[in-house]
């Protein structure tokens, strides 16, 4: 049973590994909702404060797959507007029902103080981080790891032998942090962080080599490339002469991708940055899996609800 899901380090690897098993059957099978499911009472509630295409629409689109109402707070039209604070809002969603708010917020852990310091809307309610700040999108991580799986062609989930390198801007990156941990907790032991030194997160936060530049030696091995987003909206400073550096030295280009494994595989969590993280021609080229992820987002994000739910469906 998961009650909330606030960051990947809520998870054990077997947790993890159901997630990533249970989602895979949703890809083949249409869940047969069962009536106790549908006959519980809640809805769901999304409340976005900052923007989302993926996140937010896969997470309707599961909620509805397991027959779960929804309701999308837009913000902006919203009492927020009006100062309501934002546990105020949840209290009243909540008195209309909501079971299940999916929350994005630009504040690092905020869902954390909010289930600590309210325990009776956090014993009522499931919470579900889709993006604080750059602390962690832990849901990112999870149909990431069910991408990498998939990837693999193999039934047992077995990372101890991939090499993984994820490029750019991890420091500011709330899913490289989730990715990190998720890799980490189903036993990947090469995780390489590349990128410009400023983008790079603390080496000694996680146990990961760190590469300045993008070259042969490190891309040669390597069975899965996570591209980053370059997190504009989280930077106090990105001028052009930054970023026409960043597209020279880091930029992912068919040329660089050939030094990886043939058969490797180009991830970004969207949205992509076109002809910065990458070329066109490798965004949508044959070994992106980037659309992938995308669909991979509904599973999950499915699985993950279904296990709050306490109901399994068939
Ligand atoms: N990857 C991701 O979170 O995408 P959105 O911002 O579109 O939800």
Not at 74 to 87: A, G, L, P, Q, Y
């Amino acid at each position: 049973m998961l009650k909330h899901l606030l960051q990947i380090s809520d998870l054990s690897r077997e947790q993890i590994e159901q997630l990533i098993l249970r989602a895979q059957y949703f890809g083949i099978n249409s869940p047969n909702i069962a009536p106790s499911l549908l006959s519980k009472k809640g809805f769901l509630s999304t409340l976005f404060f900052e923007n989302s295409t993926r996140t937010r629409a896969s997470f309707e689109l599961a909620a509805h797959t397991l027959g779960i109402k929804t309701i999308n707070l837009d913000i902006n039209t919203s009492s927020v507007k009006k100062d309501e604070s934002m546990i105020d809002t949840f209290q009243t969603l909540a008195a209309m029902g909501c079971r299940y708010f999916v929350v994005r917020h630009s504040e690092s852990n905020i869902l954390e103080k909010i289930v600590s310091e309210h325990p009776a809307l956090s014993s009522a309610c499931h919470f579900v981080n889709a993006g604080d700040g750059h602390h962690a999108h832990p849901t990112q991580g999870l149909l990431d790891m069910l991408t990498i799986y998939q990837a693999q062609k193999k039934s047992e989930i077995d990372f101890s032998h991939l090499r993984v390198g994820i490029l750019g801007d991890s420091v500011h990156s709330r899913v490289a942090k989730s990715d990190i941990v998720a890799l980490k907790l189903l036993g990947c032991r090469d995780i390489r962080l590349i990128g410009p030194d400023s983008w790079l997160v603390e080496p000694e936060e996680y146990v990961t080599s760190q590469t300045n530049p993008l070259n042969k030696s490190v891309m040669e091995d390597l069975d899965v490339i996570i591209t980053l987003r370059v997190q504009k909206e989280r930077m106090a400073y990105l001028d052009l002469a930054l970023l026409n550096d960043y597209v020279e030295h880091f930029q992912l280009t068919s040329e660089r991708l050939k030094w990886a494994k043939p058969d490797a595989i180009v991830m970004h969590p969207g949205p992509i940055n076109r002809g910065i993280e990458m070329t066109s021609e490798v965004a949508d080229g044959n070994q992106s899996f980037i659309l992938k992820q995308v669909s991979n987002g509904v599973l999950m994000r499915t699985a993950v609800l279904e296990a709050m739910s306490e109901v399994r469906t068939e």
